[in-house]
Nanobody, 114 residues
Framework: QVQLVESGGGLVQPGGSLRLSCAAS????????MGWYRQAPGKQRELVAF???????NYADSAKGRFTISRDNAKNTAYLQMNSLKPEDTAVYYC????????WGQGTQVTVSS
């Protein structure tokens, strides 16, 4: 059983930046993909970005050009660098890891507001 723990969320002004981290309790090398999802109040959870074990990345249209996903296998950690944040980016952000099983973190709140 792998546990994922997100951190790095918080309150930021529009145009600001945050870097989310997802620390796994075990090795992430075997995970085919690691991804970030978000869920805003009253909305369904949606994919923000994912990265494959080979380093290929995929982004939601809303994240392209502003967010960057990365993974550090040596640190068993995935990251989401978020720049030029907008109020519509406000949501709980969840880390996801997919391998033989799927794992989810508990989420971290991101609030973009002036």
């Amino acid at each position: 059983q792998v546990q994922l723990v997100e951190s790095g969320g918080g309150l930021v002004q529009p145009g600001g930046s945050l870097r989310l981290s997802c620390a796994a309790s075990g090795s992430i090398v075997s995970f085919i993909t690691m991804g970030w999802y978000r869920q805003a109040p009253g909305k369904q959870r949606e994919l923000v970005a994912f990265i494959t074990s080979g380093g290929s990345t995929n982004y939601a249209d809303s994240a392209k050009g502003r967010f960057t996903i990365s993974r550090d296998n040596a640190k068993n950690t995935a990251y989401l660098q978020m720049n030029s944040l907008k109020p519509e980016d406000t949501a709980v952000y969840y880390c996801n890891a997919n391998g033989r099983s799927a794992y989810w973190g508990q989420g971290t709140q991101v609030t973009v507001s002036s």
